[in-house]
Each structure stands twice: as structure tokens, then as C-alpha cells.
């Protein structure tokens, strides 16, 4: 006996604009690792993304009616969690003023990648730097890399999620490492700094 045939996401989308919830929910688990790693790539902080995703969905459930062309799905999500990024940025710059922080070190804190324990101050910099220069990446690179690298999807789902074939994956895998080596090297040679 054979599966049915899995819905596509503009069924999916037409069934969530009717109010139907488990259409939704399926939305959300085709999208939630490409939400997820976009998040962690714009806060560096893996906690704080996971709430941004959370509320990115409620969102999107509520505002679901918005969208008509399904094609347009996923940008608009990455849209919701960018708006959301932006307001919990301004939120914890609000609730800290008063304390004798400004408003900018609220949005370098926000940034912080909230290390593990006993990680080291060099691990925490190198990991910001990295972080750094994933986001000056052409988009095309950082999507990739970043759903690879920081949500930890297969190349299966991030074929799937972005449209690519498997060789158009790899390729851009291949040059976004290959970029991202590069510029993590001239910033190491720029600043003078060594390998331990």
C-alpha cells in the first residue's frame, strides 16, 4: 500500500487561509529548520531563536490570510521573523535604558551568542567573526550555509526548501565554504592574529 501523494504547500496555504490548523502545522514543519537558522544567524544566539521562531508561527497563523501567492510563503515567514528580531531588539533596549544601558549595548547584547559553559573568550570571538562574515555573504551563499551549518538540515530539505537541485546545492555549499574561509582568513591576516 502506498503513501497518498504529499500536499503541496499552495494546498497547504489554501487549506491554512480556511482555518484549518494541521495544513498550518505542516507549513510550519516544512519551514521551521529555514526560520530557525535564519534567526540564529540574525540574533547569534541559538536560545533567543528559538523563541523568535516561535512567535515568527503565531504570527504567521494569524496573518495567514495575507498571503496569496504561495510562492511568496517562505520570504514573507523570513519577513514576520525579521520584524520580530527587530522588535524584541527594541523591547530589550526599552526595558534596560533606564538601568544605564544604552539602547546600543542592548543590540550588542542581543548578539551575543550565549556560549556553553566553560567555552573560552577565544571560542566566543572566533564564533562571532564567523558569524560576521556569514551575514556579509551574497544571500544566495548564506542561506545555504546557514541552513546547513546553523539549522542542520540535510541536503534533501534545503534542496526542497530552496528549490535547488542537489548539484546546485552542493556548488553553492562548495563557493559559500570556499568565500567564507577566504574572508574568516583576511580578517585573521588583517588583525595580525594567529593560529594556537
Same mark, same amino acid.
Given at each position: 500500500?502506498?503513501?497518498?501523494?504529499?500536499?503541496?504547500?499552495?494546498?497547504?496555504?489554501?487549506?491554512? !487561509?480556511? #482555518?484549518? $490548523?494541521? %495544513?498550518?502545522? =505542516? *507549513?510550519? /514543519?516544512?519551514?521551521?529548520?529555514?526560520?530557525?537558522?535564519?534567526?540564529?544567524?540574525?540574533?547569534?544566539?541559538?536560545?533567543?531563536?528559538?523563541?523568535?521562531?516561535?512567535?515568527?508561527?503565531?504570527?504567521?497563523?494569524?496573518?495567514?490570510?495575507?498571503?496569496?501567492?504561495?510562492?511568496?510563503?517562505?520570504?514573507?515567514?523570513?519577513?514576520?521573523?525579521?520584524?520580530?528580531?527587530?522588535?524584541?531588539?527594541?523591547?530589550?533596549?526599552?526595558?534596560? !535604558?533606564? #538601568?544605564? $544601558?544604552? %539602547?546600543?549595548? =542592548? *543590540?550588542? /547584547?542581543?548578539?551575543?551568542?550565549?556560549?556553553?559553559?566553560?567555552?573560552?573568550?577565544?571560542?566566543?570571538?572566533?564564533?562571532?567573526?564567523?558569524?560576521?562574515?556569514?551575514?556579509?555573504?551574497?544571500?544566495?551563499?548564506?542561506?545555504?550555509?546557514?541552513?546547513?551549518?546553523?539549522?542542520?538540515?540535510?541536503?534533501?530539505?534545503?534542496?526542497?526548501?530552496?528549490?535547488?537541485?542537489?548539484?546546485?546545492?552542493?556548488?553553492?555549499?562548495?563557493?559559500?565554504?570556499?568565500?567564507? $574561509?577566504?574572508?574568516?582568513?583576511?580578517?585573521?591576516?588583517?588583525?595580525?592574529?594567529?593560529?594556537?
Amino acid at each position: 500500500m502506498s503513501d497518498p501523494p504529499a500536499e503541496t504547500d499552495s494546498m497547504l496555504i489554501a487549506r491554512s !487561509r480556511r #482555518g484549518d $490548523r494541521s %495544513a498550518f502545522e =505542516e *507549513l510550519v /514543519r516544512r519551514t521551521a529548520r529555514l526560520v530557525y537558522a535564519r534567526a540564529v544567524l540574525e540574533t547569534g544566539n541559538r536560545h533567543r531563536a528559538e523563541d523568535l521562531v516561535q512567535e515568527t508561527f503565531l504570527i504567521a497563523w494569524q496573518k495567514i490570510g495575507q498571503v496569496t501567492e504561495p510562492a511568496g510563503f517562505r520570504p514573507w515567514l523570513l519577513t514576520i521573523l525579521h520584524s520580530c528580531v527587530v522588535d524584541a531588539a527594541r523591547r530589550e533596549g526599552r526595558k534596560k !535604558r533606564g #538601568g544605564g $544601558r544604552t %539602547a546600543d549595548d =542592548e *543590540l550588542l /547584547r542581543l548578539a551575543d551568542a550565549s556560549p556553553p559553559p566553560g567555552e573560552s573568550a577565544q571560542s566566543r570571538e572566533e564564533r562571532e567573526r564567523a558569524l560576521s562574515v556569514l551575514r556579509s555573504l551574497p544571500e544566495e551563499y548564506r542561506q545555504v550555509l546557514t541552513l546547513r551549518y546553523l539549522g542542520g538540515a540535510d541536503y534533501e530539505t534545503i534542496s526542497r526548501q530552496l528549490a535547488l537541485t542537489n548539484g546546485s546545492l552542493r556548488g553553492l555549499l562548495h563557493r559559500g565554504l570556499a568565500m567564507l $574561509r577566504g574572508q574568516l582568513e583576511r580578517r585573521q591576516s588583517s588583525t595580525g592574529e594567529t593560529n594556537p
